[in-house]
């Protein structure tokens, strides 16, 4: 289990491996993850390239195909990872250049694989062995191709570094570079099964946020922010029985994410704390 502390990734109290990024910008308002490929090979250390300067590219952590975590950039600093992008987030805010609001996570895989007589190359022509391969087409309509699969130790320690992150910082949105950059970026790509990626993130484990269940007759009001003086977020009430995850706590108030039938969440927002029972 991870946990951020001083805006680093630390497992039983030491940090994981830093190897500092020059290629950073300034103060990070962390408010979505980004989950990227590094379409690189195995012979390629990916931390150790983010640490020169003429790189001018970072992400915050990197995910070795062994599950080894390295952080590049602290939480609390942007990264130079997203590059032009756009997001709209589920309250409507539209954003652009993602850098300055996202967290970056690179998982070194090779992403597109041709095909060849013999079996996979990559980009750059390196065979890749065909036991590691998913023939798919990507959701942004590239033509069939191959994809290099995720290793298991990757999956695993990805989910956990994203929930310590999403935990600490209130994070709701996971999304990926080809999301808020489509057409021009295909990371991560149809062999990241993203659904199953954010499900195991956002508390269906017993590992993750504790739910809770609203209980009041006539409904909760979902507000923008802490306080009766807060603007709604939704005009209707939340139906007693809601179930919500709970990220951030000020004073009575809570910020939650609202969880659909399927358990995910849905949409967020800020409710009175007096009014959830642990479900
Ligand atoms: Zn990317």
Known sequence: MFRVRNYKLAMAGANVEFIRSPNIGGVLDPRFLVIHYTASGPGFDTARYFARPEAKVSAHLVIRRDGTVIQCVPFDTVGWHAGVSQWTDRTGRFFTGLNRYAIGIEIENWGPLRRTGSGWISWSDQPVEGSKVIEARHKFGRPDCGWETFTEAQV?????????????????????????????????????????????VFGRSEDGPATYMVRSPTGLNLRVGPGIDQPLRRPDPLPDGTRVIVH???DRWRLVSVLNAAGDPDFSGWVHGGFLVES
């Open 156 to 200: 695993q320690a990805t989910i956990e570094a994203a929930r310590a992150i999403c935990d600490a910082y209130g994070i709701t949105e996971i999304v990926g570079h080809d999301d808020i950059a489509p057409g021009r970026k295909s990371d991560p790509g149809p062999a990241w099964n993203m659904a199953s990626f954010k499900a195991k």
């Open 248 to 250: 951030e706590a000020r």
